[in-house]
C-alpha cells in the first residue's frame, strides 16, 4: 500500500485513499467472495452472523465489477449501529489500483446527469 491519505469529511464520513499493489480484479475478488472478506477485513457476511454473535457484519448492496461495492455495514456495539462502506477502485498505469473507501452513516447518493444534456450542470445562485 502506497500514498495513503485519509481525510474525515465530516463527523458522520470517513474517507481512505491509497493504491494498492494488485489489480482491480484481484481487490474485487478480496471485497466480494466471503471467504477473502473474511480473512482481509476480518467481518463475517451478514448472512452468516449467529443471531447472538456481536460485532461487525457486512451485506453487499451494491457491485459494479472491478469498479465499486457498497455495502451495509451493521455493528449492534456501536453508536450507529447501521452504517455503509463503499469501496470505489481504479486501474492505475502500473498495474495497481486507486482504492478509496467512503465509511459514513448516510448511504452515498448520486444524482445522475439527464441522458439527452452534452453539457455539465448549471449551478444558479440563490435569489
Not at 447472538?52 to 457491485?63: L, V
Request: net charge negative; proline share 9%; aromatic share 10%.
Amino acid at each position: 500500500m502506497t500514498d495513503t491519505q485519509r481525510q474525515e469529511t465530516n463527523e458522520d464520513t470517513v474517507v481512505v485513499e491509497c493504491e494498492l499493489e494488485a489489480t482491480p480484479e484481484k481487490v474485487w475478488r478480496a471485497l466480494t467472495v466471503p471467504e477473502f472478506v473474511a480473512t482481509w477485513l476480518d467481518v463475517p457476511a451478514a448472512d452468516k452472523v449467529a443471531a447472538d454473535t456481536t460485532g461487525p457484519a457486512y451485506r453487499i448492496i451494491e457491485a459494479l465489477p472491478f469498479s465499486r461495492v457498497r455495502y451495509a455495514w451493521n455493528d449492534a456495539t456501536v453508536s450507529e449501529p447501521y452504517t455503509f462502506v463503499t469501496f470505489d477502485l481504479e486501474a492505475q498505469p502500473d498495474g495497481g489500483t486507486w482504492f478509496r473507501l467512503t465509511h459514513s452513516v448516510e448511504p452515498v447518493r448520486t444524482i445522475a446527469a439527464p441522458a439527452n444534456s452534452n453539457s455539465p450542470p448549471l449551478m444558479r445562485a440563490a435569489a
